[in-house]
Structure formats: C-alpha cells, structure tokens
C-alpha cells in the first residue's frame, strides 16, 4: 500500500518495477518458446485490480502491473494460434502476509483489533461483499486459466475484488 505519493522516492519505482514488471516479462520470455513449440501453454499473471482502476494507496503496484497487463495482452495475440493462453487475474483486496503485517501495524497504531480494521476498510472502499478475499478466491479461477477450458481465453484480465470495481464490460 503506497501512502503519500509525493513521498515515492526513484528507488521505489525501481523496485516496484523490477518486481512486478519486468521479473514477469522475463518469466514470460524465458518460458514461451517451449509453449509454442509444444503447442500448448497457459500463463496466468496475478496483477492487482488497480491496473485496470487505479486508486491511489495502490500507485506503486497498479502502475507497473498496468503495463504488465499491456504486455500480455499484446503478446497473447501472437502466441493464440500456438494454443498459448496468457491471461491476467487482477486481485482486489485479499488475506496474504503482506496485507495482515500492514492491517496489524494499523490495528496496533489505533487501538484496534486486526479484523476492526479490515471492517473499517471494507467500509470505506465500499466492497460490496463485505470482506476480503482469500487464497482459494483466486486459486481456483487461476486453475481454470491455466487447464483445458481457456482454449478460447486469449489476453483477458479478470477482476475477482468482491465487486469493488464491477462493469458492463
């Protein structure tokens, strides 16, 4: 979660992109060739929501991973007929380490218990299904991404963000 962003230093960008962009594009590159060559692949980049609706304590992560979703999108399309699915599922918020050390130090900032703090989110953000996500919410639609059933799933991003961020398309 990013705080003030006239705070982000150089060094932050940097890190931020090492990580969640261009890691994953090398991943990509290092393991399409095979894929094509077997005719057949699935790669699932786990992005966030704020690539495709930014918010600003998410600047840091949804910026880089914006451009991530651009890049697979593009080379989805040159890889489709190759029988490679590359897709993007872009998480609103979810129960990981990194949220609970956050929303502790919060809740230990404040006064308040873990789960007040999730609540007092919830509220504010206004997720319509009252909580936040956890491994399984993910896991299984990255499971269907990456089988037989996404033969015809080329380039998409998939928000799963308790309704956060729903559209008409």
Known sequence: MTGDFLNIETSDWAESLELTLLGPVQFMKAVIPGMVERQ???????????????????????????????????????????N???????????????????????????GKSYDDVIQDFI?????????????????KFAAVFCSEFANYLVGQSLAIDGGVTNSTF
């Open 40 to 82: 057949w692949g699935r790669i699932v980049n786990i992005g966030t929501a704020a690539a495709k609706y930014p918010t600003q304590i998410r600047i840091l992560s949804g910026a880089p991973r914006a451009a991530l979703t651009n890049y697979t999108v593009a080379v989805s399309k040159a890889v489709a007929r190759d």
């Open 84 to 110: 490679v699915a590359i897709n993007n599922i872009l998480p609103g918020m979810f129960h990981t380490a990194g949220i609970e050390d956050n929303f502790n130090a919060m809740a230990e900032a404040q």
């Open 123 to 139: 509220k504010q953000f206004r997720i319509p299904a009252g909580k936040f996500g956890d491994a399984d919410d993910l896991g």
